[in-house]
């Protein structure tokens, strides 16, 4: 079982940058994919970002694509998810999720194959 504690949301101006950190612990985090997503009140849950357990491969929601960047750091159990040219739209809380090791190249969006999420990390950008 593996836990995830984002960090790192908070409020910006329109045209500002943000850097999300996600800390996993207690299970195997290398072998993971590693998603964010995003939701805003009285809305369904929505893709941003994935990337592989090596790191090698990464996708983007077309809303953020060119904006924000994924990354992760397997030694210190983290993924990042930098996010430049922010826009009001972006406001949003922001989540960290984790699927199985299966130690895959094939990312997935779809949010019921990650099982491990975070608690969530709010991001307000104003106009």
């Known amino acids: 079982q593996v836990q995830l504690v984002e960090s790192g949301g908070g409020l910006v101006q329109a045209g500002g940058s943000l850097r999300l950190s996600c800390a996993a612990s207690?299970?195997?985090?290398?072998?993971?994919?590693m998603g964010w997503f995003r939701q805003v009140p009285g809305k369904e849950r929505e893709f941003v970002a994935a990337?592989?357990?090596?790191?090698?491969?990464?996708t983007y929601a077309d809303s953020v694509k060119g904006r924000f960047t994924i990354s992760r750091d397997n030694a210190k159990n983290t993924v990042s998810l930098q996010m430049n040219s922010l826009k009001p739209a972006d406001t949003a809380v922001f989540y960290c999720?984790?699927?199985?090791?299966?130690?895959?190249?094939?990312?997935?969006?779809?949010?019921?194959?990650?099982?491990?999420w975070g608690q969530g990390t709010q991001v307000t950008v104003s106009s």
């Open positions: 990337i592989t357990w090596s790191g090698a491969i990464t």
């Open positions: 999720a984790a699927t199985q090791p299966y130690y895959s190249s094939t990312l997935s969006l779809r949010e019921n194959e990650y099982p491990y």
């Open positions: 207690g299970g195997t985090f290398s072998g993971r994919l």
